[in-house]
C-alpha cells in the first residue's frame, strides 16, 4: 500500500558518488511505498553548465514556491574541475547561491546511533548548531600597521553630515587593525530563522555571544535575538520549550555537561569553530545532516558531506564502495517529515519517522558502513559496502 505525499517536494539531483546513493534511495526506499509530487530539478554538474546555472537559480525559486525541497550533494567546481568536466567557467556553488536566494540560515544536526559513541560522555541527544553565516571577521577590512600613528574608526552617513569619528588605538609602533561590520538585517533574519528551526524541531533555542565585552557589537546581537524571542513567546510556551541567552564561555562550558537536545545559535566565528568540534565530537560526516531554513519558514534538507568524489572514482573503476548513505536518506526523511506536518498527513510523518527508525536499528544491529564500522562499539565482523547497507534497510522496512 502507498502512501501519498500531498504536497510538493522540490527535488535536486547532484554529483557524484552522492547521486549514484541518491538513485538508489528513491528505488529501493521510498518509490515503492510512497506517492510523491517531486518538482525535480537536476544540479548535476553538466546540466549546472548547460544552463549557465539557471537551473540552480530555478531549483531555489521552487522552493520558495512549495516550501520543502531535499538536496543532493553537488560539485562547487575549482579550476580541477572546470577541466575535468570541460565547463564553460566555474560556476558558483549552487549551496551558496541557493542560501542567497532563500536568505537562509543552516542547520547542522547529528544523527544519534547507540553503538557510534559520542566524544563526550554527556552527550545523549543531538546537538544542533545554527550559523550566522554573514559578516564579522569573514567581510572584514584589515590592515598591518608599520609605525607609529593613529588608527581610527569613521562612520560617514549618507549625506556626509554628523560624521563620527572614534579613536581605536594610538600606536607607538607596528601593529595590526581590523574593522568588522553586520547588518540589522542579516542578524534580524538570522534570529528568525533559529526561532523557526527550535519551534519545528521542539528543541531549547540556546544564544551565545560576548556582551559583557563587546556592549555595542556583541550587544546588538543579543538585543535583536532577545526582541525576535520575546515576540515569539506564546510560541515558545506552547512548544513547551525555551529560549535562552549565555556569554559564549559560559554556553562552551554547558554544552560539554549537557545532554544535547538544543539548538545552539552561534555568531559566524563561533559557528565555524563549534559545528566542527560538535561535528567531530558525533563521530563522522556521514552522521551530520544539514537543513537551510529561510526566515519564511522554507525548508531545504540535505546531508552535511560532499559528493564522495574518492569514493566515485573507485565506483567508475569498478571497484566496491562502502559509503555511508544515512545522512542523504535523512535529508528524505526530514523533507517527508516537514511534508507531513505542513500537509496534515500525520501517516507521512510517521513513514519518515519509521525509516529513520530502521536505519538506527540497522547499524545498532551490526550492520553498517566502512566509516562507521572503524568507530563503532562493539565492532562488526565486516562492514557493508553501500549497496548492502540500502539492501538492508529495504529488507527491515
Ligand atoms: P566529501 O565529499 O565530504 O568527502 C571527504 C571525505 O570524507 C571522503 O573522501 C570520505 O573519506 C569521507 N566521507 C564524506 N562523506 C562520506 C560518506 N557519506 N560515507 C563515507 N565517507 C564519507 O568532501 P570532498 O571529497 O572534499 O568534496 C567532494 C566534492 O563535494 C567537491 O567537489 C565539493 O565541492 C563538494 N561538496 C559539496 C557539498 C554540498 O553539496 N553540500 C559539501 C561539501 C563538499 P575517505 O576518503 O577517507 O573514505
Ligand atoms: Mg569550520
Not at 19 to 47: A, C, V
Not at 249 to 260: F, H, L, R, S, T
Amino acid at each position: 500500500m502507498s502512501i501519498t505525499v500531498k504536497g510538493p517536494i522540490v527535488e535536486m539531483d547532484g554529483d557524484e558518488m552522492t547521486r549514484i546513493i541518491w538513485k538508489m534511495i528513491k528505488e529501493k526506499l521510498l518509490l515503492p511505498r510512497l506517492t510523491m509530487d517531486l518538482k525535480y530539478f537536476d544540479l548535476g554538474i553538466r546540466r549546472r553548465d548547460e544552463t549557465d546555472d539557471r537551473v540552480t537559480i530555478d531549483a531555489a525559486n521552487a522552493v520558495k514556491e512549495c516550501g520543502v525541497g531535499v538536496k543532493c550533494a553537488t560539485i562547487t567546481p575549482n579550476a580541477a574541475r572546470v577541466k575535468e568536466y570541460n565547463l564553460k567557467q566555474a560556476w558558483k556553488s549552487p549551496n551558496g547561491t541557493i542560501r542567497s536566494i532563500l536568505d537562509g540560515t543552516v542547520f547542522r544536526k547529528p544523527i544519534i546511533v547507540k553503538s557510534i559513541p559520542p566524544a563526550v560522555r554527556s552527550w545523549k541527544k543531538p546537538i544542533s548548531i545554527g550559523r550566522h553565516a554573514y559578516g564579522d571577521i569573514y567581510k572584514s577590512v584589515e590592515y598591518k600597521i608599520s609605525g607609529a600613528g593613529t588608527a581610527e574608526l569613521v562612520f560617514t552617513p549618507e549625506g556626509g553630515k554628523g560624521k563620527v569619528s572614534l579613536l581605536v588605538h594610538e600606536f607607538k609602533g607596528p601593529g595590526v587593525i581590523m574593522g568588522i561590520h553586520n547588518t540589522e538585517k542579516s542578524i534580524r533574519s538570522f534570529a528568525k530563522a533559529c526561532i523557526n528551526y527550535a519551534l519545528g524541531e521542539k528543541c531549547d533555542l540556546w544564544f551565545g555571544a560576548k556582551d559583557t565585552i563587546s556592549k555595542t557589537y556583541h550587544g546588538f546581537f543579543k538585543e535583536v535575538f532577545d526582541h525576535e524571542a520575546e515576540a515569539r513567546r506564546a510560541d515558545f510556551e506552547k512548544q513547551g520549550i525555551r529560549y535562552r541567552y549565555m556569554l559564549i564561555d559560559d554556553a562552551v562550558a554547558q554544552i560539554m555537561k549537557a545532554e544535547g537536545g538544543m539548538l545552539w545559535a552561534c555568531m559566524n566565528y563561533d559557528g565555524d569553530v563549534m559545528s566542527d568540534m560538535v561535528a567531530s565530537g558525533f563521530g563522522s560526516l556521514g552522521l551530520m545532516t544539514s537543513v537551510l531554513v529561510s526566515p519564511e519558514g522554507k525548508y531545504l534538507y540535505e546531508a552535511a558531506h560532499g559528493t564522495v568524489m574518492r569514493h566515485y572514482y573507485e565506483h567508475l573503476k569498478g571497484n566496491p564502495t562502502s559509503t555511508n548513505s544515512v545522512a542523504s536518506i535523512f535529508a528524505w526523511t526530514g523533507a517527508l517529515s516537514r511534508r507531513g506536518d505542513m500537509d496534515g498527513t500525520p501517516e507521512v510523518t510517521a513513514f519518515a519517522r519509521r525509516l529513520e527508525q530502521v536505519v538506527v536499528t540497522t547499524i545498532e544491529g551490526g550492520v553498517m558502513t566502512k566509516d562507521l564500522a572503524a568507530i563503532a562499539e562493539p565492532k562488526p565482523a565486516k562492514f557493508a559496502l553501500t549497496e548492502e547497507f540500502l539492501n538492508a534497510v529495504a529488507n527491515r522496512l
